[in-house]
């Protein structure tokens, strides 16, 4: 099935809008969803919708099949050892404040150091300078090289005996870098530290196997990958998570609830606290169910080409900025000369074609690009080398609107 057919099942991209055919290029912000997926959904609310794991009739009996199915289809995803290591939660972020707000601030004292990059999303830097703050731990950033990937030899003289966590992002929202997590896990794990990974860019695009990466944690969200919003995934070694105490406190979570005390549920449940996103749950397995269907190689190679296809076509355009390296994947960057990035994607817009400007939740690699905002054109299953074609189309007449303007 190729891309342009492969559209055909997304009905929100058979539509016009500004009275040009929809060129959707923001999937790094949110992925659109299949008919499967919505159908997967609307099947829920109409036929069986009821809590999980509470009643033995037959409506909360298929719920709950519904709901467990889809976390072993997750467990296979990711190819993690047990459902035991996979935790339903409101997506990446809520995953990442998970580890540090349970495990780090219970495991770090003063002295002790977590390690980051300046290319982290803002979900993989302030749950970390919070922790920082209530722990006397100390916060330390690897340096990046010119054209943005991890200078491999800083993060050997960062990372000491008094590391305790590295965390890193798989694939930048804005350079398309795909970080080398699994040789950073084996760095990280040989002073003493855990490496937890923000797979937000990464789970959707490409072949995760968290057992191979040796991560000890692993976070995405359903909703980069054709699923709904709200729900993501927190994947964590079984030992870890047994000793991690739950962050959230109520029905679902518990074993046993006295007068002054109380017991928890066995994983993953007791990281699950109140009713659960259940819709949410059989929506990302029907979203699994579809990517495998395509295939994750393929959807990999195809996202690849777009990216190198679009780099090189953006090229061409004179006074045209491109930022992160030559090996890129699901994205580009880039910057208009004396254009502001906000004017170039309301210029497109009027054409119908959607890319998202700003400072992509990244405003420390902002700083470090010294810039103020970027434009983003990120790529996803659904797209063709004519939605390229039709993002260069638009820039330069945005290039050369702006340019009669001034």
């Not at 794991?53 to 976390?71: K, S, W």
């Not at 692993?218 to 994947?235: E, N, R």
């Not at 047994?242 to 109520?250: A, L, R, T, Y």
Request: with cysteine; hydrophobic share 40%; proline share 4%.
């Amino acid at each position: 099935m190729n891309a342009k057919e492969i559209k055909q099942l997304f009905p929100i991209l058979n539509q016009e809008v500004n009275g040009h055919p929809l060129v959707y290029l923001d999937s790094a912000a949110t992925s659109q969803k299949p008919v499967q997926v919505i159908e997967a959904l609307d099947r829920y609310y109409r036929e069986y919708n009821s809590n999980v794991h509470r009643g033995v009739h037959t409506l909360g009996t298929h719920a709950t099949d519904g709901y467990e199915g889809a976390r072993e289809k997750v467990r296979s995803f990711i190819n993690a050892s047990s459902t035991a290591e996979i935790i339903f939660t409101r997506g990446t972020t809520t995953a990442i404040n998970t580890v540090a707000s349970s495990y780090g601030r219970s495991q770090l004292t003063e002295g002790d150091e977590i390690v980051i990059t300046p290319m982290e999303h803002h979900s993989n830097i302030i749950p970390w300078q919070q922790v920082a703050k209530a722990t006397g731990a100390t916060l330390k950033y690897v340096k990046l090289h010119p054209d943005g990937t991890i200078d491999l030899d800083d993060l050997e003289e960062v990372l000491s005996t008094n590391t305790k966590i590295v965390s890193v992002m798989h694939v930048s929202n804005v350079l398309g870098v795909v970080n080398p997590v699994k040789e950073i896990a084996k760095m990280a794990h040989q002073k003493g530290a855990i490496m937890i990974v923000d797979g937000a860019q990464s789970a959707p695009h490409f072949k995760v196997d968290v057992q191979d990466l040796d991560c000890d944690f692993f976070a995405f969200s359903a909703h980069k990958m054709c699923g709904p919003t709200g729900i993501g995934v927190l994947y964590g070694k079984k030992e870890l998570l047994e000793k991690m105490e739950p962050i959230e406190f109520g029905g679902e979570m518990i074993d046993f609830v006295g007068l002054q005390d109380s017991t928890w549920k066995e994983l993953p449940w007791k990281f699950e606290g109140g009713t659960p996103i259940i819709a949410g749950a059989i929506g990302l397995g029907a979203a699994i169910d579809f990517l495998e269907e395509i295939g994750l190689d393929e959807i990999a190679r195809h996202d690849h080409d777009l990216a190198q296809y679009a780099a090189e076509r953006l090229t061409d355009i004179e006074g045209m900025a491109i930022y992160g390296p030559k090996q890129r994947t699901g994205l580009v960057t880039f910057n208009i000369d004396d254009v502001h990035p906000h004017d170039v994607a309301t210029v497109l817009d009027t054409e119908g074609i959607a890319v998202r400007a700003g400072h992509h939740c990244a405003q420390p690699l902002m700083k470090w690009l010294d810039v103020t905002a970027t434009a983003r054109a990120s790529f996803y299953l659904y797209n063709t080398k004519e939605d390229i074609d039709a993002l260069v189309a638009g820039l330069v007449k945005a290039k050369e609107y702006f340019g009669d303007v001034f």
